[in-house]
């Protein structure tokens, strides 16, 4: 008999156990990568084929510069830049939230103990019993004692709880890529910057040995004017030319502090107490290699983010649709209760409760369809998205391949222009010392190689430039494990 009586209450658990071998059905669209529009060669290198996204972690790309200090500046910017430490903390609230969605899906177990004092105020109160008119008398205090133990557990019978972590996941992953992201563009402003800066250092040399050899000129052409040799306005020109250089340098000074200010900040010191020595050599520029390696979507951090953001939209469909169906939920609870403490914990005293709990929407105006399409819609904006992020992608590096190879022959063409002003000043420095041609045409030829000179080293600043966003554009670098050709070519 006591069998039967254990039997009949291992009933429900008995149900509960049978419903969850249903568990096994998930319910919405398993995930399947997007189609991409065609996409052919970069027109800019050969060799160059798609490939598919991948998370692939970042080398130390700006290693191809070769310049120890920068090496030193993106250290002290990993382990002390603000933006990148944001990006951390919001990684691990998605860690957070992906514990949550696992925690989910086992069964949580709670206990309770307490003591409860309650009364009620006297009085003379008459009930009607079988007739018979009853009076009884109520007031004083009364108290309990309650131990328990619960126990709760929802099945996952349509999947919705796996879904939702399969979503989770998948924010948890776009969180990583996007953390990546802010990496990368962090470390790219680091480096444009410093190149900037380091490019400002050769203007300033160039405009101090400008203005040195401006100098000697206008003492020179003084002692000219004192012989009677030339004019005072020879003179003139000439002290208008050494003090227009001067200005130029005065404004890199500004330009300089600029930059030095947002490495500072880069690498989370306050500007102040940051200074960047001047140094004579600028840093290598690296060559693009002929055939890049087939890593531009494996490799960029917005492209993973975007796709994994359709991961989770996807998965937030099969969310959206168990809600057509019911949930069920088994509880379980026991314990003690006594209103003397020191019969509390005995046998009599004791409860206990079991049970499956079904829970259905019956009619709800269109709630649920209506959020089956929001999540239908959220999932073709991120494909939209993930598409659109692909395209901008292939367009940005196109740009960078062609601005370094226009850049690449404009330097060529702009090396031959500062030879031929180098000269053509050698030439009129002559004729104005034989007396031939005024000195009008020695400030223009001056002027016209200076010019020119600082248009050489500003086109070398894009060149840099232009190689760091190739570079973010990829994903940071087009290094890869078995690419044969040498990243750097001295």
Known sequence: ????????????????????????????????????????????????????????????????????????????????????????????????????????????????????????????????????????????????????????????????????LESDRASLDASAAELAAVRLSQQSELTQNYLQLRVIDAQRRLLADTVEAYARSLRITENQRRAGIVTRADVAQARTQLKSTEAQAIDLEYQRAQLEHAIAVLIGVPPGQFQLASRDALPSLPQVPRLLPSQLLERRP????????????????????????????????????????????????????????????????????????????????????????????????????????????????????????????ELVENQYRAGTVDYLNVVSAQATALSNERTELTLLGNRLLASVQLIAALGGGWHSEGLAEPLLEE
């Not at 690449?408 to 180098?422: L, P």
């Open 1 to 164: 008999m006591s069998s039967l009586i254990a039997l009949h209450r291992l009933r429900p658990l008995g149900l509960a156990v049978s419903l969850a071998a249903l568990a096994g059905c998930t319910l919405g669209p398993d995930y399947q990568r997007p189609e991409l529009p065609a996409l052919g060669e970069f027109r800019q290198v050969e060799g160059w084929k798609l490939a598919e996204p991948a998370d692939v972690a970042l080398s130390d790309w700006w290693r191809l510069y070769d310049d120890p200090l920068l090496d030193q500046l993106h250290e002290r910017l990993r382990q002390s830049n603000q933006t990148l430490a944001q990006a951390v903390a919001q990684y691990r609230e998605a860690q957070a939230v992906v514990r949550g969605a696992r925690a989910s899906l086992f069964p949580s177990v709670s206990a309770d103990a307490g003591k409860t004092r309650s009364g009620q105020g006297a009085g003379t109160s008459t009930r009607v019993i079988d007739g018979t008119a009853v009076s009884s008398s109520g007031g004083g205090i009364s108290q309990s004692y309650d131990l328990s133990l619960g126990v709760s557990w929802e099945l996952d019978l349509w999947g919705r709880l796996r879904r939702q």
């Open 302 to 425: 917005d492209v993973a983010a975007a796709e994994r953001q359709v991961i989770a939209a996807n998965a937030q469909i099969g969310v959206a649709k168990t809600a057509w169906f019911p949930s069920l939920s088994l509880s379980a609870s026991g314990g003690y209760r006594s209103g003397v403490l020191n019969e509390w914990i005995e046998t009599p005293n004791r409860f206990w409760s079991i049970g499956p709990q079904f829970a259905m929407t019956l009619f709800d105006g269109g709630l649920i369809r209506s959020r089956i399409e929001q999540a239908e819609a959220g999932y073709d904006r991120t494909v939209a998205s993930y598409r659109q992020t692909v395209l901008d992608s292939l367009r940005e590096v196109e740009d960078y391949l062609v601005q370094l190879r226009v850049l690449e022959q404009e330097s060529g063409v702009q090396g031959e222009a500062v030879g031929s002003a180098r000269e053509a000043l």
